[in-house]
């Protein structure tokens, strides 16, 4: 490439143009290489909507093995539903978890809302989720993962200076399930699929130059505003899932 | 005189080979303390009156394990576990005391309908290596033991809890996760302690004698 470059324009000034220009041209392709790819599915199956003193609560599905919503992702998104002017009223996990012991730990958790009316029928639990002023739950499912990552950077260090070369790249994937129920009428609202495949690159010449991008940041943000629409937007909102 | 400075040079470069030591060492020594509160569970009142036996194994445990190439780590447990089970106890059982051994003194033996003791059996962690790992982990398993007043044994029931937090400073994700295991211990016991059948036979006849007394009430 910087052979040609030179082959074709002697005159200096177009020599400097011309390094401007592949150096622009390299450098348009790293930015093009990194970025993120959404995708968001909000299916909603009732009309209900949150009113004026209701709350809703934000928790983190805890019964997998190997993944969890992260509490970082989980505190993002519940502090992105009470921000702004048109923010909601939003009931505290950690309070909410307390409030309700033992039933909304790992092991007890409520899976469906068939289970759900279960819980809600033993001694003392409807007093206290009524108590809690918490009309819906919000669970989150989902974590983000490294998918992939290659290339490499060489640095080198002598009397004369240092300096690095290469290409590093690696793939984040923010992948959660939003589930929302109305413990008003006990029923699935509704969920919310968001896929946030962010690459980030960081090139080397002489200094690394990190080009990185956040897909859970993203994908917080995403969440927030399509769980806001959720909430206060009735019936019809959203196309439905993929089927098949 | 050159043997004087060349054994001083000596024990100075022996103190400060004993000092790089003695850091190394110390940064290598995890000490975490478990505090926490526990919340109150939301569960129905057994009408039981429990003798409670916390021996000093319990309240005083304190964990060490040295994990070769790594770190040395003391987990301090004792208070952690008075706090978690006491408020445990005090809300499943309609009256608790604490009392030393069974079988009871003649003065609780008629005030108490059971005596229960508990251990902390098992404790065990990991915590991640390297980064690909994501999680530190906690396991740990207690051991309720559950008597007559007389000393004659009712049931032994082993339980156990899991905690797992991310990973972030050792010391802090490790407190998470125990506090995580420990709340998984407290829910088994306050929503499964009476689903055990010789604890739900055991239960049945407290009803079944106390509602022949109100029947029958004794007369002086």
Same mark, same amino acid.
């Given at each position: 490439m910087r052979l040609r470059c030179r082959q074709t324009f002697r005159s200096p000034i177009n020599v400097a143009q011309t390094q401007k220009l592949c150096v622009g041209l390299v450098l348009a392709t790293f930015l093009s290489a990194c970025g993120v790819t959404a995708r968001i599915e909000p299916y909603k199956q009732t009309n209900s909507v949150i009113r004026e003193g209701e709350q809703v609560v934000v928790l983190a599905r805890k019964h997998h093995a190997t993944h969890e919503a992260e509490a970082e992702f989980i505190e993002c998104i519940s502090k992105g539903l009470a921000? #702004?002017?048109? #923010?909601l009223e939003v009931h505290s996990t950690t309070a909410f978890e307390d409030q309700l012991y033992p039933w909304f730990e790992p092991s007890l958790a409520p899976l469906n809302t068939d289970e759900l009316t279960e819980l809600l029928e033993k001694p003392g639990v409807l007093e206290r989720v009524e108590a809690t002023g918490v009309r819906f739950v919000v669970w989150l499912d989902g974590s983000t993962d490294r998918t992939a990552s290659g290339g490499g950077i060489t640095c080198a260090a002598g009397i004369g200076g240092a300096g690095c070369i290469g290409l590093a790249w690696w793939e984040d994937d923010a992948r959660y399930d939003a589930t929302i129920w109305d413990l008003e009428s006990l029923t699935s609202a509704g969920t919310i699929y968001a896929d946030f495949l962010g690459r980030s690159v960081m090139p080397a010449i002489i200094i690394p130059i990190p080009l990185i991008v956040r897909p859970r940041a993203r994908a917080c943000k995403g969440l927030t505003e399509q769980l806001k629409n959720f909430l206060t937007t009735p019936y019809g909102y959203g196309p439905g899932p993929e089927l098949g | 005189m050159e043997i004087m400075r060349i054994s001083r040079h000596r024990s100075i470069a022996t103190g400060l080979l004993g000092v790089l030591a003695g850091t190394y060492l110390v940064g290598c020594a995890s000490v975490v303390t478990i505090e926490a509160e526990f919340p109150t569970p939301v569960v129905e009142t057994l009408p039981v009156r429990i003798g409670l036996i916390f021996d000093e194994a319990l309240t005083s445990y304190e964990y060490y394990e040295k994990i070769p190439q790594q770190a040395t780590w003391t987990i301090y447990l004792g208070n952690a576990n008075e706090t978690m089970l006491g408020g445990l106890f005090d809300t499943m059982f309609v009256e608790t005391r604490a009392v030393?051994?069974?079988?009871?003194t003649p003065t609780d033996l008629y005030n108490l309908d059971g005596v229960l003791r508990t251990e902390l059996e098992k404790f065990e962690f990991e915590v991640p290596i390297?980064?690909?790992?994501?999680f530190v982990e906690v396991w740990m398993q207690y051991r309720l033991t559950l008597y007559e007043?007389?000393?004659?044994?009712i049931v032994e029931w082993p339980v156990s809890g899991y905690g797992k937090s991310e990973t972030g400073k050792s010391e802090e994700a490790l407190h998470r996760a125990t506090v995580v295991a420990m709340r998984e211990v407290g829910a088994a016991i306050s929503t499964r302690f009476a689903e055990q059948p010789e604890i739900e036979y055991w239960l049945q006849e407290r009803r079944n004698a106390a509602a022949l007394s109100a029947d029958f009430p004794l007369t002086n």
């Open positions: 921000k #702004g002017r048109d #923010g | 030393d051994a069974v079988p009871l390297s980064k690909r790992d994501e007043p007389d000393g004659a044994l």
